[in-house]
């Protein structure tokens, strides 16, 4: 499968950094704040778009998997599909570009960040050089069951809302205990906020990008 993207393109910039988004949103969301995140230039964003339509014809946005908002279940083989799709993605896009996997960092918000997750934390996973994730959970659901415990050092951000009540703030412990207690080099931020992002998030993530070699 081909996932539609939006790609802010830097000559010369010898890094990728990856975007997906969260469920109902698209491609330009978190791509939109690429320009306060890297001032520098330093790397080159692609967001692709989930896969997986909204309910009732909704064309606005997409979603990597579907959820029953009634129920709160979820269709666990369009995760495992969309997690194998974008794996495919990204390094398809990193080969194209000739920017090693070592050098491409893996973010996102909400259901982006729950693959963000599982992307670094698959089996077999290459060294990717970050992880940025936003207002999520570990991805508890995945089969295999993820393993962050090779971080080696690596830096990865974990930014989350003190009052989300999709995520709820309870679910923060268990991603940043994961993260840190696996090696990886944890920036973790809590803001007053919900489900959401805002301008003092993006500016902590521009710090934490530009300390990335």
Known sequence: MTLTSY?????????????????????HHLASYVPLVDPDERFTAIAPRGPVPL??????????????????????????????????????????ARVPLERCVIGGFSQGGYLALSLVGKAGAPTYAGVWAICCGLPEFSDPPIDLSNGGGRPALFQWGTRDPIVGADRADPVAQALGGGGWALSEHAYDMAHSQTIEMMIDARTWLAAIP
Not at 15 to 26: I, N
């Open 7 to 27: 790609r802010i393109t830097r000559d010369g910039a010898e890094r990728l950094l990856f975007l997906m988004h969260g469920y109902s949103a698209e491609q």
């Open 55 to 96: 309910p009732d014809g909704d064309t606005d946005g997409a979603s990597w998997w579907s959820i029953d908002f009634e129920t709160l279940e979820f269709q666990t083989d369009e995760f495992e599909g969309s997690l194998d799709t974008l794996e495919r993605f990204v390094a398809a896009e990193a080969a194209a």
